[in-house]
């Protein structure tokens, strides 16, 4: 349980403002985050980020050697567009921008938008997507990223680092991506702040295997045995999911996740080391310690990382950051430049309840993901009359689909736009009563969900626990259309109909 904390709705903030505070040598603060108080020009930026509650990921790797920003939502949850944009915006360098993160939906979405605006403005941006979560999927690259976001992301810095072209610096990506593999089992689950009741709760002699580090309990329970024995289960299976071409060569990190003491990671790593040693590989610069947690979780995650001519050295190149050095880095010049003004922080309402944002950041997911879409067919001129309308929900829907890669029975959002979009395209009716029609479709689609298994998404590694319960990003899209129904209404009645509907 997180015991020291004022108001729960403050955690996160507060806690990058204090990391500001104790290392203003390292990080200086923006909207949405931190970016590099040491200033490289010309370089490949590397930005990354996710939601909060990880330490030291992501806002502890920011510094010369490692990434140049680092974008800090709310716990667990995706940051918003406009918070990525701004970091991304202070941590360009002119050589282009790579924005670095796990494998989660409402990151892909975010970040995604975000790379398509820096590419209108002329940048270089592409996104890089962690997938070294064996217990997540079959495929690879469908996989979620856990514990294996530091060696990815470090690798792939120590390239931008050396001046290397994008281009050169995401063959990198590609390289190191697919040579780590991670595994992790949870023991308790963790309590989010100012809550009295962890997110789940595992048996005493139980533990969950496949965790997420967003609170998500394991795929399955397996019976807690000694160390020796964890040891041996997490590397035989991570040995049984080698990549091609692996090699012999392995960096191996045990990761705590939260409250798992060091002594018992010592313990635990002495268990790792043998039967590494003993399958006839050789163990180089093994990480011990607490690396991707989440919160207070109980629990562990084994990464192997099978090193080649190209990431070795990139892996053992010197860095210098909060809460990961290695070697010495060359003397870099504090950045006292003025920010750009997309990046100042700016003032907002008193925050609702803990419970409250983590609902309005699964609304604002949708809002951003859909009203950027519209947006783009609707414009700034022109009326926007039923034929627009129309074109512009088709256009949200296949950004949504575009950037995330859903369909119809994945269990998200797109569930309940499908039906939503091809009932207003094909509804005679006027505006209004139209998008009442798409509506009722919408929502009798999202609570269908319930019948479903996720297949992308933070639930999809859950299977069947995931039945039951609505999508809900699919249920968060019905809330966003009823509510913009009901302003349709209001319009047409107060102004004797609406003149877009001619």
């Given at each position: 349980m997180t015991r020291l904390v004022n108001n729960p709705d403050d955690f996160p903030s507060q806690a990058v403002a204090g990391l500001v505070s104790a290392f203003p040598n390292y990080v200086?603060?923006?909207?949405?985050?931190?970016?590099?108080?040491?200033?490289?020009?010309?370089?490949?930026?590397?930005?990354?980020?996710?939601?909060?509650?990880?330490?030291?990921?992501?806002?502890?790797?920011?510094?010369?050697?490692f990434a140049d920003g680092a974008v800090c939502g709310n716990i667990f949850s995706s940051p918003s567009a406009s918070q990525a944009y701004a970091v991304c915006k202070a941590a360009?360098?002119?050589?282009?921008?790579?924005?670095?993160?796990?494998?989660?939906?409402?990151?892909?979405?975010?970040?995604?938008?975000?790379?398509?605006?820096?590419?209108?403005?002329?940048?270089?941006?592409?996104?890089l997507l962690v997938t070294d979560d064996i217990a997540s999927g079959q495929e690879h690259l469908k996989r979620r990223g856990i514990a294996g976001d530091l060696p990815v992301f470090k690798v792939t810095a120590a390239a931008c680092e050396e001046g290397r072209r994008i281009d050169e610096v995401v063959a990198v990506f590609d390289r190191i991506n697919d040579r780590t593999r991670s595994l992790g089992v949870a023991f308790a689950g963790c309590t989010l702040p100012g809550w009295d009741e962890p997110l789940f709760r595992v048996e005493a002699t139980q533990m969950g295997v496949g965790m997420?580090?967003?609170?998500?309990?394991?795929?399955?329970?397996?019976?807690?045995?000694?160390?020796?024995?964890?040891?041996?289960?997490l590397v035989d299976r991570l040995l049984a999911d080698r990549p091609n071409n692996s090699g012999t060569?392995?960096?191996?990190?045990?990761?705590?996740?939260?409250?798992?003491?060091?002594?018992?990671?010592?313990?635990?790593?002495?268990?790792?080391?043998?039967?590494?040693?003993?399958?006839?590989?050789?163990?180089?610069?093994?990480?011990?310690?607490?690396?991707?947690?989440?919160?207070?979780?109980?629990?562990?995650?084994?990464?192997?990382?099978?090193?080649?001519?190209?990431?070795?050295?990139?892996?053992?190149?010197?860095?210098?950051?909060?809460?990961?050095r290695r070697g010495t880095v060359a003397q870099v010049d504090f950045d006292t430049t003025p920010l750009p003004q997309e990046v100042e922080q700016v003032s907002i309402t008193k925050p609702g309840s803990h419970v409250s944002q983590r609902l309005a950041g699964v609304i604002v997911q949708a809002l951003e993901a859909v009203l950027t879409g519209f947006g783009a067919?609707?414009?700034?001129?022109?009326?926007?009359?039923?034929?627009?309308?129309?074109?512009?929900?088709?256009?949200?829907?296949?950004?949504?689909?575009?950037?995330?890669?859903?369909?119809?029975?994945?269990?998200?959002?797109?569930?309940?736009?499908?039906?939503?979009?091809?009932?207003?395209?094909?509804?005679?009716?006027?505006?209004?009563?139209?998008?009442?029609?798409?509506?009722?479709?919408?929502?009798?689609?999202?609570?269908?969900?319930?019948?479903?298994?996720?297949?992308?998404?933070?639930?999809?590694?859950?299977?069947?626990?995931?039945?039951?319960?609505?999508?809900?990003?699919?249920?968060?899209?019905?809330?966003?259309?009823?509510?913009?129904?009901?302003?349709?209404?209001?319009?047409?009645s107060s102004n004797g109909g609406l003149r877009a509907q001619r």
């Open positions: 200086r603060p923006v909207f949405g985050g931190v970016v590099r108080a040491a200033r490289t020009d010309r370089k490949v930026a590397l930005v990354v980020g996710g939601g909060s509650g990880h330490y030291p990921a992501f806002a502890g790797w920011v510094g010369p050697g360009d360098r002119g050589a282009g921008i790579l924005i670095g993160f796990g494998n989660y939906a409402g990151d892909v979405l975010h970040f995604g938008q975000v790379a398509e605006r820096l590419r209108s403005e002329g940048i270089d941006a592409r996104c997420g580090i967003h609170g998500e309990p394991g795929i399955h329970d397996e019976a807690l045995g000694t160390a020796d024995e964890v040891a041996a289960m060569r392995v960096v191996p990190i045990v990761n705590g996740l939260g409250s798992t003491k060091y002594e018992e990671l010592f313990v635990l790593w002495n268990s790792v080391s043998r039967r590494l040693e003993d399958a006839g590989l050789t163990i180089v610069d093994p990480q011990v310690g607490e690396f991707v947690t989440s919160l207070d979780m109980a629990g562990v995650s084994l990464t192997l990382v099978w090193l080649d001519d190209v990431i070795e050295p990139l892996w053992l190149a010197a860095c210098d950051t909060p809460a990961f067919v609707l414009g700034d001129e022109d009326r926007a009359d039923k034929d627009a309308i129309r074109q512009a929900a088709r256009a949200a829907l296949d950004a949504v689909t575009q950037l995330g890669g859903a369909k119809t029975g994945d269990k998200t959002m797109v569930d309940a736009m499908i039906p939503f979009v091809t009932t207003l395209e094909s509804s005679a009716d006027a505006l209004p009563q139209a998008w009442e029609s798409a509506c009722r479709a919408a929502d009798a689609a999202a609570q269908a969900t319930s019948e479903m298994t996720a297949k992308i998404g933070r639930a999809r590694p859950l299977g069947e626990k995931s039945l039951g319960t609505p999508d809900p990003g699919a249920m968060s899209f019905c809330e966003v259309v009823v509510a913009v129904g009901s302003v349709l209404s209001t319009s047409a």
